[in-house]
């Protein structure tokens, strides 16, 4: 009985140590598969994390290169800003300059009219002297001309007078001839010689008028000529002086010419340089970048700061050029040249600036083709 029981008991703890035993199998089976579990787990999440660290340093690595190049941007245009500030200075202080020079040759311009204006009046004064001397002339011509037919007239009356009184010198010789030989005749031939002495006296009395008449017109005629002489020195004095003064009239309306010229190109020179100045004002407000590219898919386009613009199809390999102006978010193409193919030109363009470039909008319906594209600036 006592074998029995201690038998009994030593089964009993065998069967209690290989339950036991099983329990621990059991047990550290459990374990086993938990540990193993939240080593996979542990390993998934450090796999999940090491592909967020990954993609995080990407990130990062991304936003510092971003970082970077905004920062270049940024330099470059506080550095395009500073240029376009120094030549807005310097277009102010040349348009204030030249501002200056216009209002000082307004001023010479003036001063040139006021002395034509004076000079012009001198020579219609002259042209009123040279007009009453010329009448003057004229005038004493008239009488020149009066004076040598008087003066005519009075030698053909000297001539007869003479004539007269060698007829009569024959007549008192033939006369006193006849006396020597008729008594009777005596008498008669006294007073035909007293008749005669009266005509010869009265022939000579004239002669002596005719004589004084002739010195006193000789002389009349000598002081015309002499006033003739001097108003045709006075005539050609004042024509001299209206000569001069019509070539100073010539020489200042060509100065006044050549300067009113030059005060247009200055004015020009200067609406040139206001636009210049004011372009890459209106380019920047409009997002517009000069000089920069800009894409839109295949399309790139590119617009300088003379004015004019290059636009190209890298998949068709088509080519336009012209120019173009921008006022006010508006930009209009002309003069365009190249594979334009149903387009037509001038374009007339809305422009809206955006962060990376700008986009276009149709106006009037001359800008169906480009309405709606948006252009970014290459390396954005």
Known sequence: MTQNAQREAGYRWIGISVVAVALLGWLLALYSWSASSETDAEL?????????ATELDARIAALRSEVTQTETTREESSSELDDLQQRLIETQEA???????????QEERDALEA????????QNTLRDDIAQAQVQVAETSQEFADVGERLEQARRQEVEVQG???DLTSDVARLTEEASGAESRVQAAREAEASLEQ????????????????????????????????????????EGQMQHLQEQIVQLTQDLADRSERLVELQTSIADMQEEAAQPARAAASGLILGERYE????????????????????????????YFLEEEMLTLSDATGDL?????PMRCNIVADAAGFTLASEDGSCELLSGISFSRIGQ
């Open 199 to 238: 005509r010869v006296a009265a022939a000579r009395q004239d002669l002596e008028e005719i004589e004084t008449a002739r010195n006193t017109v000789e002389q009349s005629t000598e002081t015309l000529v002499q006033r003739r002489d001097q108003l045709a020195s006075q005539t050609a004095e004042a």
């Open 95 to 105: 348009v204030a300059s030249s501002e200056d020079q216009a209002q000082t040759m």
């Open 296 to 323: 839109a898919g295949p399309v790139l386009v590119t617009f300088s700061d003379q004015g004019t613009f290059e636009m190209a199809n890298a998949s068709s390999v088509e080519e336009v050029s012209g120019s």
């Open 341 to 345: 193919g149903n387009a037509e030109f």
């Open 115 to 122: 002395e034509i204006a004076e000079l012009t009046s001198q």
């Open 164 to 166: 007269s009184v060698s």
């Open 44 to 52: 998934e999440r450090q796999v999940a994390l090491n592909g967020e």
